[in-house]
């Protein structure tokens, strides 16, 4: 073989062996890459934009009135164009009362990136605000939110969070009472200890209740274990039962109504749903158009066109006036025209837990 043959072939296997080696290299790069996508998606750590809009849900118990407004939220979502595995992917957590497990679950939702929060009910929202200060939050069922430390004012809330107020209004609830009983000197307020929101509604109630003429009792319990046992007190005092937005009342709901009805005691509250479980009657915002409107706040959100910061806590200026005939009936009670005329008639669902 002649030396310039020899050079042309030494030329030729160099080339070939220089574009083995790219190849490798590249190889590998995809590879290493494609795998620190893979694992990104895994872990939710990626800081690269996932490929779905992430909304996580945490929910501070399992009870009617919260169902419906989750059942609102996913619904109003669909509605406004963000469906769950097709363009977002929903994070469900339910904390069934349990401080520790809100905390944690909202540390898990905070580091799987979700895009926007909905908090529902006071404990919830507080464990998401704790959470996070950058991520948007939504609020769904909290009765005040700057007692609750969530925002700085409810027409500008300054922060990371928005949402929607369920104050409901307690002085026409009272009032409601009255006119259901108008012998009625004494009322009882069954609330939790541990719900800010609670205590300021009470305080509310009371005023309304005394520019009434009635006498003020109040029954505050520690947790649901206390309940039957005060409500079984209480009945032998008072002529009727108040009961404000409380999560922990209205989770026991049908202890509350079991109790009072083998003393005859009528109850007032402040939840559709607990109307539905043995309560009297109530003045109250319908809870799934509550999740309704955190639906179409949290897609707003999500769409780019609000920020929390900037956009003022919604709250409902009407409520429904909602009697159940049948406890009526089994209390004895004349509901007046002007109020028959005016009701939602409901009777008790034994389903309803």
């Not at 704790?130 to 027409?155: C, Y």
């Not at 009297?280 to 707003?300: C, F, H, P, R, S």
């Amino acid at each position: 073989m002649s030396n310039e043959n020899h050079q042309a072939s030494h030329g030729r296997a160099l080339t070939a062996t220089i574009i083995v080696i790219i190849l490798i290299l590249v190889g590998g790069f995809t590879y290493q890459l494609g795998r620190r996508h893979a694992l990104a998606d895994d872990t939710g750590t990626s800081t690269s934009q996932h490929a779905l809009k992430r909304v996580g849900i945490l929910q501070y118990v399992s009870h009617p009135a919260l169902n419906q407004i989750h059942k609102g939220v996913v619904d109003e979502l669909e509605k406004e164009g963000f469906i769950d595995g097709k363009n977002i992917q929903i994070m469900d957590q339910n904390g069934q009362a349990d401080q520790s497990k809100l905390a944690t679950m909202s540390e898990q939702l905070v580091n799987k990136k979700a895009d926007v929060l909905v908090g529902i009910a006071t404990p919830a929202a507080q464990a998401l605000a704790n959470a996070t200060s950058t991520t948007p939050i939504v609020l769904g069922a909290v009765t005040d939110p700057v007692a609750a430390g969530l925002v700085n004012d409810m027409k500008a809330p300054g922060k990371n969070i928005t949402g929607v107020s369920d104050q409901p209004p307690v002085a026409s609830e009272i009032k409601l009472g009255k006119e259901l009983m108008p012998q009625a000197k004494t009322v009882g307020m069954l609330y939790s200890s541990t719900e800010d929101n609670s205590k300021s509604q009470v305080d509310t109630a009371t005023k309304a209740a005394t520019k009434l003429g009635l006498q003020v009792k109040k029954f505050a319990v520690p947790s649901s274990n206390e309940i039957a046992q005060a409500v079984q007190v209480m009945s032998g005092q008072v002529d009727f039962i108040y009961i404000p937005l409380d999560n922990t009342i209205a989770n026991a709901m049908p202890t509350v109504t079991e109790e009072a009805n083998k003393q005859n005691k009528p109850v007032i509250t402040s939840v559709d749903t607990m109307v539905t479980q043995g309560g009297l009657a109530t003045i109250g915002v319908n809870q799934y158009q509550l999740g309704i409107q955190t639906g179409k706040m949290a897609a707003d959100i999500l769409k780019g066109k609000s920020k929390p910061a900037t956009t003022p806590v919604y709250t409902f200026s009407t409520g429904d006036t909602i009697i159940n005939k049948e406890q009526a009936q089994r209390l004895g009670i004349n509901v007046p025209e002007k109020l028959m005329k005016n009701a939602k008639l409901v009777t008790t669902d034994v389903g309803k837990k």
